[in-house]
């Protein structure tokens, strides 16, 4: 999979965006630009999905961060703790 991601989605224009900028419409281009080169072969599913695997890691990592923010660390005893 790595070289899968490392030939395919780093070479092509989509690596240069941060992730909050990719939309819907970047994802059908890299597809399209995808079936171009790759004439809707299995390495292009295994491209997709392992974009699709990636971004949704990233997703719920980024939620779980920002979840966390605003919380608290409860000590054993129940008490709030003074960090955060």
Do not use: P, W
Request: hydrophobic residues 35%.
């Amino acid at each position: 999979m790595r070289c899968v991601l490392e030939y395919h989605v780093l070479t092509d224009r989509i690596a240069k965006l941060r992730i909050s900028e990719i939309k819907r419409a970047d994802m059908l281009d890299f597809r399209e630009r995808l079936a171009e080169k790759l004439d809707y072969t299995r390495t292009m599913q295994q491209t997709l999905s392992a974009l699709k695997i990636v971004l949704i890691e990233v997703y719920f990592r980024e939620a779980r961060k920002t979840s966390r923010q605003g919380c608290r660390e409860v000590s054993r005893n129940g008490r709030h703790s003074k960090s955060g």
